[in-house]
C-alpha cells in the first residue's frame, strides 16, 4: 500500500511538471503571431498646372510639358485639386519560434492605393517577406523595397512620392544577405520586378517581362556603417551601394528574326544621414542608368545596327546624375524640414540612332525644393508641404548623345496637407 502511495505521488509529480511545462510553453506561445499596426491617411492637395503622375494625382511626378491649342496657348497650364484616402495602410508584424538556429520574422504590408489608375482604392501587396536572423547573418527573401532605396538615409516629405525621380523608389521581389559586425553591415541582393517595372523604348508599356526574358536577375552590393549615441540623441549612418540590372527589349528584331540583344545598365549611390539633438541632416548622390524601373527619367536607345539582313541592333542606357538634401528638425510636437532635389540628364556614353526612349526622356533636367510642417498630438498626425517641381523640356530635337536641345522650365506648385491616424 505504501509503494503504491509513493507511485500515485510520483504520477502526480510527472502531470504537474507537465501540465507547469505546458503553461510555461503557452507563455511562450503568446509571444508568436501576428501584431497590426498603420495608420489612416487623407490626403487633401492642390496643384497649379496639370502633371504626370499616377493614381488621379496622388503619385506626383513632374510637371507636364507644354501642350498648346491653336492660340498656342499652353493647355496643360491648368489647374486641379483631389482628395483621396487610397494611402491608408495596414501591417502584420509576425514573430514565431526558430529555425535552423536563427530567429525568425516575417512582415506583410498592404494599401487601398491600387495597381492602376483604373483600379483606384483596390488592396495591393507592398511588402511580404520572411527573415531569418543569425547572431551575424541575416537572410530576407520576398517582396520589400529596391536595394537602392536606402531606409537608413531617405527624404521624409508630406507628399507620398519621397522625393521620387531623384531619390530611387521601388519595391521588388528579392533574396537578400546581409552580414553584420559592430556598426557595419554588408548586404548583397538578387532582385526582379514586379509592380515597378522598366519600360520598353516607346515609354508605353510597363513590363517585368523585359528583365525577365534576360534571364539575369538584378544585383546590388551595399556597404552601410552606423553608430549612436542614445543618452545624446544623437546618430551616424553612412554608406554606398552599386547596382546592376539587365533587360531585354524585345525576343525579335524589327525584321522578325530572334535577337538576344540586351540593355545593361549600371548605378550607384552614396548617402549621409547626420542626427544631432535638434536636428537631422540627409544627403545623396546618385548616378543611374536606364532607370525607369525606380520611377526615375531615363531610359535607352538604339546604339547601333549589328545586321542590315536581320536588322539586329544593339542598345546603350541613358545616364542621368541626382542630388538631394533633406533636413528636418527632431521636435516631438512640432516638426519643420525641406527637401531639394537636382537631376541632370547626362545623355549616352556613345553617339545613338535616332532618339532615346523611355520615362521623361525629353526632360533635360529637372528640381524641386518642398518645405514642410508635421503636428503629433497621440495618435494624429497632420502634414502640410508645399512641393515646387521644375522640369525643362526640350524643343523635340536630341544632340548625337540623346540629350533634350533647347529646354526651356515649366513649373508646377503643390499644396498638400496630409491627415493620419496612426495605429
Excluded at 542630388?323 to 545623355?347: E, H, M, P, R
Excluded at 498630438?377 to 525643362?392: F, P
Excluded at 515649366?410 to 495605429?423: E, K, M, Q, S
Amino acid at each position: 500500500m505504501k509503494n503504491f502511495t509513493h507511485f500515485l505521488l510520483l504520477i502526480g509529480i510527472v502531470f504537474s511538471s507537465v501540465n507547469v511545462i505546458k503553461a510555461q510553453d503557452g507563455e511562450k506561445e503568446k509571444n508568436f503571431g501576428i501584431k497590426w499596426s498603420g495608420y489612416v491617411k487623407n490626403d487633401f492637395f492642390y496643384d497649379s498646372r496639370q502633371t504626370v503622375d499616377a493614381r488621379e494625382g496622388h503619385l506626383l511626378l513632374w510637371p507636364s510639358a507644354p501642350s498648346l491649342d491653336v492660340n498656342g496657348d499652353d493647355i496643360n497650364a491648368h489647374g486641379s485639386f483631389n482628395f483621396l484616402a487610397i494611402q491608408t495602410r495596414i501591417t502584420g508584424k509576425i514573430t514565431g519560434p526558430d529555425a535552423m538556429g536563427a530567429k525568425t520574422s516575417g512582415v506583410i504590408e498592404g494599401e487601398f492605393f491600387g495597381h492602376t489608375n483604373g483600379d483606384i482604392n483596390g488592396f495591393r501587396l507592398r511588402h511580404a517577406i520572411v527573415k531569418l536572423d543569425w547572431t551575424k547573418s541575416h537572410l530576407m527573401t520576398g517582396q520589400y523595397w529596391h536595394p537602392m532605396f536606402v531606409l537608413e538615409c531617405f527624404p521624409g516629405t508630406v507628399s507620398f512620392n519621397t522625393g521620387m525621380a531623384f531619390a530611387p523608389f521601388s519595391r521588388n521581389p528579392q533574396i537578400r544577405y546581409s552580414f553584420t559586425a559592430g556598426g557595419l553591415k554588408i548586404s548583397a541582393t538578387a532582385y526582379g520586378e514586379r509592380d515597378f517595372a522598366s519600360r520598353d523604348i516607346t515609354g508605353l508599356v510597363s513590363s517585368s517581362i523585359f528583365m525577365r526574358n534576360s534571364g539575369i536577375p538584378g544585383a546590388n552590393l551595399h556597404l552601410n556603417y552606423g553608430t549612436a549615441n542614445k543618452d545624446a540623441g544623437t546618430a551616424l549612418n553612412t554608406g554606398f551601394a552599386v547596382n546592376y540590372h539587365t533587360m531585354q527589349p524585345s525576343l525579335t528584331t524589327p525584321a522578325g528574326y530572334i535577337t538576344s540583344q540586351f540593355v545593361q545598365s549600371l548605378a550607384g549611390t552614396a548617402y549621409l544621414n547626420l542626427k544631432l539633438s535638434k536636428i537631422n541632416f540627409k544627403i545623396a548622390g546618385n548616378y543611374v542608368e536606364n532607370p525607369t524601373g525606380m520611377m526615375m527619367p531615363g531610359g535607352y536607345a538604339v546604339l547601333e545596327v549589328i545586321n542590315l539582313t536581320t536588322l539586329d541592333q544593339s542598345y546603350i542606357p541613358t545616364r542621368s546624375a541626382t542630388g538631394w538634401i533633406d533636413i528636418s528638425s527632431t521636435g516631438k510636437k512640432w516638426n519643420f524640414g525641406v527637401f531639394a532635389g537636382y537631376n541632370q540628364n547626362l545623355g549616352t556614353a556613345k553617339d545613338i540612332i535616332g532618339i532615346p526612349g523611355g520615362l521623361g526622356i525629353n526632360i533635360e533636367h529637372l528640381y524641386r525644393v518642398s518645405p514642410r510642417v508635421n503636428y503629433y498630438a497621440g495618435k494624429v498626425q497632420i502634414g502640410a508641404e508645399i512641393e515646387y517641381t521644375v522640369a525643362a523640356y526640350g524643343d523635340g530635337t536630341y544632340d548625337s548623345k540623346g540629350v533634350p536641345q533647347n529646354p526651356e522650365e515649366v513649373a508646377n506648385i503643390r499644396f498638400i496637407t496630409g491627415i493620419y491616424y496612426h495605429f
